[in-house]
């Protein structure tokens, strides 16, 4: 399929939008390196910027928006390692792991909205909710597995015992049933009684229904 010149200066315009967040977020990080205490650690310091590298390389077909949220939430997540405001300001990690999981909520709905996009079906709001909220607390579950095995591998103390791994994903978990809960209220419209029966009856939507809660048009190829 042919880009046409519209199209092209768009997706230029959002790559440069990209690369602008990252080179911000990689000169926080080097910021926060500079000035780091004594006891932080060069693992510490290198992982947060190659953590920047990999959202460019995984994310980069993400909205922009999605893009610096993650970017932000990396920010956030190097300040408390590098600045150490992990150990300065208690409760700190509670708000990281919170903030992750409005944040992952988001990717979420941009996953299942490309993934149904694909395969050219209609995101029924049900569903993109649900396994929005689903990926969400899989993430928060997932990074403390990471965390333990970095424990184990290791040695770095990253985790401080069951009551520090389960504060952590019940806070993600909390983040993502909030964003479970906005999204909700945001497509409220959408979940009346007779559209709720047709959904688990499993009979396809009325002809002209053929938009998303935002109003955008499903494209055959993406979302």
């Given at each position: ?31 926060f390196s500079v000035f780091a205490p004594p ?86 709001p049900f569903v993109v909710i649900l396994f ?92």
């Amino acid at each position: 399929m042919k880009v046409t010149l519209s199209e092209w200066k768009g997706n230029k315009v959002e790559a440069l939008r990209r690369l602008a967040v990252s080179l911000g977020a990689l000169a926080v990080i080097i910021l926060f390196s500079v000035f780091a205490p004594p006891q932080t650690e060069l693992f510490d310091k290198v992982g947060m910027a190659l953590a920047i590298l990999a959202l460019a390389i995984f994310l980069c077909r993400f909205p922009v928006g999605a893009y610096l949220m993650a970017n932000l939430l990396t920010v956030c997540a190097a300040a408390g390692s590098i600045l150490k405001f992990y150990d300065r300001f208690p409760g700190y990690d509670r708000v990281v792991h919170f903030i992750s999981g409005l944040i992952l909520g988001y990717i979420g709905v941009y996953l299942v909205r490309w993934l149904f996009g694909r395969l050219s079906l209609y995101p029924e709001p049900f569903v993109v909710i649900l396994f929005a909220g689903l990926f969400s607390f899989a993430c928060a579950g997932f990074w403390e597995i990471i965390e333990f095995l970095t424990d184990c591998v290791m040695h770095m103390g990253v985790q401080h015992g069951n009551t520090d791994t389960m504060g952590d994903i019940v806070a993600g978990y909390l983040g993502g049933v909030c964003f479970q809960l906005h999204k909700l209220f945001e497509s409220r419209k959408f979940f009346t009684k007779d559209r709720i029966h047709s959904f688990f009856k499993g009979e396809t939507l009325p002809a002209g229904k053929d938009e998303t809660p935002e109003g955008e048009k499903i494209p055959a190829g993406k979302v």
